[in-house]
Every structure is written in structure tokens, then in C-alpha cells.
């Protein structure tokens, strides 16, 4: 297990998946390809199922474009922690299946080499031993994210679609 | 204590009374998409084969994004959405051409007071101009909707935005809420709703409210609203969408956040890169030499702010070393600024007109950059990157900024043009 760690604020959408590739690109491994791209070139090769990103308030802030809350679950991503996250960005995630982590203090606690796990069940994120807690989504969207996404969760729960 | 406009709307949506942090399911009454429609398609038909749009009236498909077609890819993407428009026989279908949807979307009375829209592009919150509760979901959300017709919703806390006063001279909406994103900071609104009050919203023509609601996600807004006045009622008369649900809140609402703008202090100012929120006096920018300017986009492409930018420009000519690039944001608007005589007097100027589209502002399709340019664009972004190359420089600002920049080849205050 790797963190990503980037110490910067307003991680925007054309940084973790450039617009001139929006309508390029929307599969997995196309999207794969530029993940993160203008923010951390190596990102999509070094990065391994279970991995961490981690970074300052307002990630996901700008598009609404899903690359890259599907890249980061892709990929394998285990959660994005960060101080905070920008709505729509938040809302991806969620549809996705993707864990998001919202912890000013695990982040500020957060040392590079320090060993990170999260706990989505208890709501608590372990950084360097040290246990941080983090609001659990309502159970609305918990269920969503737990199924896997929002179309799965569809598939689940919707019998034969939409009519 | 009294109700914001976001408690309102979700109550009457969800057909309950809600507090501030409540989730709540509701049916929009539009959901908007464009050229990532043809991603949305391939979601919809791998969760449900054979399944139908669950409500194909409220659809609204525009094409925008890429257009024409730049590349083989998306023309195919663009057929598959005209397939799928017949298939499922979607009514609010408008092909390459017509325009942003953004611009679209109200010309063609989809956006009425009190509606709930969705958008699978963060700029949806522009309808909040015309009272609607209107916010940015992404592909998979708006596939969900085709299938079940709904979604939740948290229901925000609210920042007021009080405004007296009028814009004063070559002074623009644009500047004012580019002022406004800069003291609330790139996610200073997250979350909320942002509500416009105050008697200078009078003064505010529909094309400057679209500026102002346009830009409330760069704050982080959910939506950002102004209430119905005379001004929005001249808009709507002939364009037919229901005016009977207006919503507004009460007068004593409770607002986590308030702040006061006097629009006669306000001066030109520019968003300096890479973060909408870095925004400076254009006294204090200095001489900024610059090698493309925009004008157009759903924030400035209004027929408004061409008229605006050739009433700074008169009859002086593009600077040499400068690349103008002169975006209408639909048919409606391009045909009335042909019929005006703007475009001639742009290309006159060395200018170059595109179709209406969003192409060059997300780096999509024209007018791209190259390492170590400069833009000025009226867009609502300047993301790194964002116009095609990582090593490039956005500027944002007023048509009437981009007018004084691209015949001084340098960022230049309108006010001191002639």
C-alpha cells in the first residue's frame, strides 16, 4: 500500500483528468492512461490497487466530469482522504463506489513512510497509529456506495430498469 | 425562523417540511446533458438492456461540447445520440449548432421559476438566474435518472449575497462575480446555496444574472438563485415555460453567511491563473502581454457582451500578436449580432467568429494554446491546463476587459480605452 500524498489546496478536475481528453476517453483503461496527468505525470504507473491519495480542501473542486472519481476506483484506490471535497466531486465518488475520507486531522497528522488505513465500517482512519474518526455518509448514500456504485446499486434494487 | 429558497424548493419537491442537513429524494423536472451523452447511453443500456428513458419529457439533450466534430470519435458519439433521441423518443433534442446548452436550455423556455434541473455539467447552476434550483450531477447520476427519475439531495445552508448600488460604466457583472468568488474563496460556498438579494438586482439585465448564477460552482456552490423581478418576466413572456412556481425566501431566512457588495465601489478586475479565486484589481495586474483572447462561453457569449466589447473596441483593430477568437453562445444569439452587424465588425477588426460551442474553453476543440501562452478568456475557468496545455496562462475577465486586451495586446482596464 502506497499514499499518494499531495500538500496542495483546490486539486481541480482538468488536474486529476485533463479536459482536452474528456471526450476522448471514458473507459477505464483510456482514462487510465491520463489520470492525474498535469498534477503527478507518473501517477498511472506507479499507482496499485489499495493505494491511497491524500490531499489538502476542496479536491475534486471545477468539472463534472466522472474520470476521475472512475480512474481513482479503476485503478484500485482504496479512499481519497482530504480535508475536504468539492460537492460535485463528493457526489461522483459516491456513484462510483469510490471511499472518500474527509479528515483535516488525519491529513495535518500525516507524515510521508507513515502507514495509513482506513476503516469505512468503524469511521476511523488510521494514520501513523494514530486513529482519526470521520463522518459516516447517511445510510442513503451509504448503501449506494456499498453496492459498488449508483448503478449497481440500480441494478439491485430496480427490477427490470426503469419500466 | 423563516425559509431559504433551497428549503422551500426541497419541501415542495420532496412534499415535506425539511431543515438544513436534511437528505431528501426528489423528481427533477429536467435533466440535462450533452455531448457526454453518448457515455451516459452506454451506462443506461448496460444497467437497463432494453430499457426506456423513464421520463424522455424531461430529457434535454444538447449538442455543444465538440462541435462540429473535430475527429472521427466524436462524430460517432454524435450519431449515437441521434439514434438513441429517435429511439426513445426524446422531444428536447438540439443538435450541433444550436448552441450552449447553458444558452439553450433557457431560449427555448426549458427553465421555468421554481424548477428543479439537473445537469451533467457543472455549470447547470446558470438557470438559478431564472429562479431555478439548478446543480451539476455527473454521467453515472444522470443515467440513474433516465432509469428511476430521481435523486437526493441534501439541503444546503445558505450564504446571502446582498447588492446595492448599479454597475457603473465599463464595470461588469463579470467583475462582480469575479469579485465575489475571490473574498469567498474556490470553496467558500461548498455545499450551499448562494441566494442574490438586494435592490441592485433590478439593475441586473437576465444576461448579466446568467454571468453571476453561472459562476456559483466556482465558489463550490450547489446552486446559486435570484429571485423573479420584471426583468425575468420579459424574458420568459414569449418563450413559454410555467412562471407560476416562482419561490423566494422569507424575509427572515436563516443564512449561515451575509455579505454586502456596493456595486458603485466595484472596478474591472481579472482572475489571474490558475484559480478562479486569485482574482486582482486590473489596477494592480500590470501590463500582462497576452497572445489569444476569448470572447464567448456560457459565461460571456451573449449578444450583450459582444455589443459590450465592440463598444470598447470602436473601430481599432486586434493587435498584431494577438489571436481573437469570437464565440456567440447560440444560433439565437450568432443571428442577432449578424443581423446587428457585429460579426462583420469583429472580423473587420481581425477577429475570428466559431460556432456557438464550448470547444476552446475546456480545451476541447479549437483554439487551443501553446506552452508558454497567454489567454484571456471570459470563460468561468482557468484551471492549468485547461485550454490544452498544461505550460500555458489563463486570464479571466468582462467581455469589456477582453475587448481593451485584444486591441492593446496587453491585459488592459477598459475604462481607459478612448
Request: aromatic letters at 6%; glycine letters at 10%; one cysteine or more.
Amino acid at each position: 500500500m502506497a499514499v499518494h500524498y499531495y500538500d496542495r489546496d483546490d486539486i481541480n478536475t482538468d488536474l486529476l483528468f485533463p479536459g482536452k481528453y474528456t471526450y476522448k476517453c471514458s473507459n477505464g483503461p483510456e482514462i487510465k492512461e491520463h489520470l492525474l496527468e498535469d498534477l503527478d505525470p507518473g501517477f498511472a504507473e506507479k499507482v496499485q490497487p489499495g493505494d491511497i491519495v491524500m490531499a489538502g480542501k476542496n479536491f475534486g473542486c471545477g468539472s463534472s466530469r466522472e474520470q476521475p472519481s472512475v480512474g481513482l476506483r479503476y485503478v484500485g484506490v482504496d479512499a481519497v482522504i482530504a480535508r475536504s471535497f468539492a460537492r460535485i466531486f463528493y457526489r461522483s465518488a459516491i456513484n462510483q463506489g469510490l471511499l472518500l475520507v474527509e479528515s483535516p486531522e488525519a491529513v495535518d497528522a500525516y507524515s510521508p513512510g507513515d502507514e495509513v488505513e482506513v476503516d469505512p465500517a468503524r469511521g476511523v482512519v488510521t494514520v501513523g497509529g494514530e486513529d482519526f474518526g470521520f463522518p459516516a455518509l447517511p445510510d442513503e448514500m451509504l448503501e449506494i456506495l456499498e453496492d459498488g456504485g449508483l448503478l449497481a446499486h440500480i441494478r439491485k434494487t430496480v427490477k427490470g430498469g426503469g419500466q | 425562523m423563516g425559509r431559504t429558497f433551497a428549503q422551500k424548493i426541497l419541501g415542495r419537491a420532496s412534499g415535506r417540511d425539511v431543515e438544513v442537513g436534511d437528505i431528501v429524494f426528489v423528481e427533477p423536472d429536467c435533466v440535462l446533458t450533452h455531448d457526454n451523452t453518448a457515455a451516459i447511453i452506454d451506462k443506461f443500456e448496460s444497467t437497463v438492456p432494453g430499457g426506456k428513458v423513464r421520463y424522455p419529457d424531461k430529457l434535454a439533450i444538447v449538442l455543444d461540447h465538440v462541435v462540429p466534430a473535430a475527429s472521427s470519435k466524436n462524430a460517432a458519439g454524435h450519431a449515437r445520440i441521434r439514434r438513441f433521441v429517435k429511439e426513445q423518443g426524446i422531444e428536447h433534442f438540439y443538435d450541433a449548432g444550436t448552441g450552449i446548452c447553458h444558452q439553450v436550455l433557457p431560449e427555448k423556455g426549458l427553465v421555468a421559476p421554481g424548477a428543479v434541473i439537473v445537469g451533467s455539467d457543472s455549470h447547470t447552476c446558470t438557470y438559478g438566474a431564472f429562479n431555478a434550483f439548478a446543480a451539476g450531477i455527473d454521467r453515472t447520476e444522470a443515467a440513474g435518472l433516465w432509469i428511476t427519475g430521481k435523486t437526493w439531495f441534501k439541503v444546503p445552508p445558505t450564504v446571502s449575497i446582498e447588492m446595492t448600488g448599479h454597475l457603473v460604466g465599463r464595470v461588469s457583472a463579470k467583475d462582480l462575480i469575479l469579485r465575489i468568488v475571490g473574498d469567498m474563496g474556490a470553496d467558500g460556498a461548498n455545499y450551499m446555496a448562494v441566494e442574490f438579494h438586494g435592490p441592485a438586482i433590478g439593475s441586473l439585465r437576465m444576461s448579466d444574472r446568467m454571468t453571476m448564477a453561472n459562476m456559483g460552482i466556482e465558489m463550490g456552490a450547489k446552486l446559486a438563485v435570484f429571485p423573479v423581478d420584471r426583468v425575468t418576466q420579459e424574458y420568459l413572456r414569449n418563450r413559454g415555460p410555467d412562471a407560476s412556481r416562482t419561490m423566494w425566501s422569507d424575509v427572515d431566512a436563516d443564512f449561515c453567511q451575509v455579505r454586502e457588495y456596493n456595486l458603485e465601489e466595484l472596478e474591472p478586475v481579472v482572475a489571474m491563473p490558475h484559480n478562479v479565486d486569485n482574482v486582482a484589481p486590473i489596477s494592480e495586474v500590470g501590463k500582462i502581454e497576452v497572445d489569444q483572447v476569448f470572447l464567448g462561453t456560457c459565461t460571456n457569449g451573449r449578444l450583450e457582451d459582444l455589443q459590450a466589447a465592440l463598444d470598447v473596441m470602436g473601430e481599432a483593430s486586434v493587435h498584431e500578436n494577438v489571436r481573437m477568437i469570437v464565440g456567440p453562445a447560440s444560433r439565437e444569439v450568432y443571428l442577432k449580432a449578424d443581423r446587428a452587424g457585429l460579426l462583420a465588425r469583429f472580423v473587420e477588426a481581425g477577429a475570428m467568429v466559431i460556432p456557438p460551442g464550448c470547444g476552446p474553453c475546456l480545451g476541447a476543440h479549437m483554439g487551443a494554446l501553446a506552452p508558454g501562452e497567454r489567454c484571456l478568456s471570459t470563460a468561468n475557468r482557468n484551471f492549468q491546463g485547461r485550454m490544452g496545455e498544461k505550460e500555458a496562462e489563463i486570464y479571466l475577465g468582462s467581455a469589456e476587459t477582453a475587448a481593451a486586451t485584444a486591441i492593446a495586446g496587453h491585459i488592459a482596464d477598459p475604462r481607459e480605452v478612448r
